[in-house]
């Protein structure tokens, strides 16, 4: 019911843009990563309804979230990319919530697949 694309190699310092389509109603859409050796990390998230934002410490001010609620699309905006952001990067669903959303894993109803994103020179 979710699909990730867009991952790739990228240059430290470079940018990509990862895509979560979905084919039901969610409350919120969440990226996850998870790098070799490591445990699942939530990144960001999203409500479907009034676009509200939540990002990793880790993240913040490097990554943004959006959506386009016409085409049940969510994206990734990643930017200044280090090395330490490689990783396969997950969305996920929560089908019910309210307020903002997080990261706790168990608020996620439904994953799609990942896509990896390795960030390389």
């Known amino acids: 019911q979710l699909q990730a694309s867009g991952g790739g190699l990228v240059q430290p310092g470079g940018s990509v843009r990862l895509s979560c389509t979905f084919t039901?109603?969610?409350?919120?859409i969440a990226w996850y990563r998870q790098a070799p050796g490591k445990e699942r990390e939530w990144v960001s998230c999203?409500?479907?309804?009034?676009?509200?934002?939540h990002y990793a410490n880790a993240v913040k001010g490097r990554f943004a979230i959006s959506g386009d609620n016409t085409e049940n699309t969510v994206y990734l905006q990643m930017n200044n990319l280090y090395a330490e952001d490689t990783a396969v990067y997950y969305c996920?669903?929560?089908?019910?919530?309210?307020?903002?959303?997080?990261?706790?894993?168990?608020?996620?109803?439904?994953w799609g697949r990942g896509t990896l994103v390795t960030v390389s020179s």
């Open positions: 996920a669903g929560a089908r019910e919530g309210w307020g903002l959303c997080g990261a706790y894993i168990g608020d996620y109803d439904d």
């Open positions: 039901r109603n969610y409350y919120a």
């Open positions: 999203r409500t479907t309804r009034g676009g509200r934002e």
